[in-house]
């Protein structure tokens, strides 16, 4: 089921410009987060946000901005993209709500390419 | 600062045969330690995981042995199969639940037919 969406799938930009990486979740939870995926890397996280008004600094997010504009909706941006940002971004989502969570719900994936 | 060490990068087995990946930390603070599975082209998804009051959890034929005293976990896959083929992270959080997990690096499992 696709919970978790993020669009665009695939995008190719140009060093310098700005793009915005969307997710939208139905799944009703509060908290929010952006990694980026890289080989040999893993996840690393680049920010969360654990409700409307709170958005945190992950590990990694020096050149990256967010927004979550609803429960549902945490948006992605990079300001001025540049070449090491070429990655693959994964949203996902966790429920605070409920005690007996324990996992974070991830979407497909935002496979980015900068040039 | 690498929190959570994994190893190995990638494993390649036969199937029928035994998978074995390890994870290694150092903060004591951490309280909840899951394993995520990937395949191709998909989202990570979580496999199993594992709260430091148990020493093992087993589900199926996944396996993950905790040892509080050394601050390593790791995951087992029995009799792996095919279809098990795909990347591996554990994680680790100080929240006690999905919060703020800090992932390995991930390991890359072939199991060969």
């Known amino acids: 089921d696709a919970d978790v969406t993020q669009t665009p799938r695939n995008r190719i930009t140009k060093t310098g410009k700005r793009i915005m990486l969307e997710c939208s979740q139905t799944k009703g939870h509060d908290r929010m987060y952006w990694y980026r995926q890289d080989p040999g890397l893993g996840l690393r996280l680049i920010y969360y946000s654990f409700d409307v008004k709170d958005i945190n600094k992950g590990e990694i997010s020096d050149g990256y901005s967010v927004s979550r504009q609803a429960q549902a909706k945490f948006s992605l941006s990079l300001e001025s993209a540049i070449p090491n940002q070429t990655a693959l971004y994964f949203c996902?989502?966790?429920?605070?709500?409920?005690?007996?969570?324990?996992?974070?719900?991830f979407g497909p994936g935002t496979r980015l390419l900068v040039l | 600062q690498q929190q959570v060490k994994q190893s190995p990068q990638s494993l390649i087995v036969q199937k029928g045969g035994i998978s074995i990946i390890n994870c290694a930390y150092e903060n004591t603070a951490f309280d909840y330690f899951p394993w995520y599975q990937q395949f191709p082209g998909k989202g990570p998804a979580l496999l199993i995981a594992i709260r430091p009051d148990v020493s093992e959890k087993k589900e199926g034929r996944f396996t993950i042995s905790f040892n509080k005293s050394a601050k390593q976990f790791s995951l087992h896959i029995m009799d792996s199969q095919p279809g098990d083929s795909a990347t591996y992270f554990c994680a680790a959080s100080t929240q006690g639940g999905s919060e703020k997990l800090v992932f390995g690096k991930g390991t890359k499992l072939t199991v060969n037919p």
């Open positions: 996902a989502t966790s429920d605070r709500t409920n005690p007996l969570q324990e996992t974070q719900y």
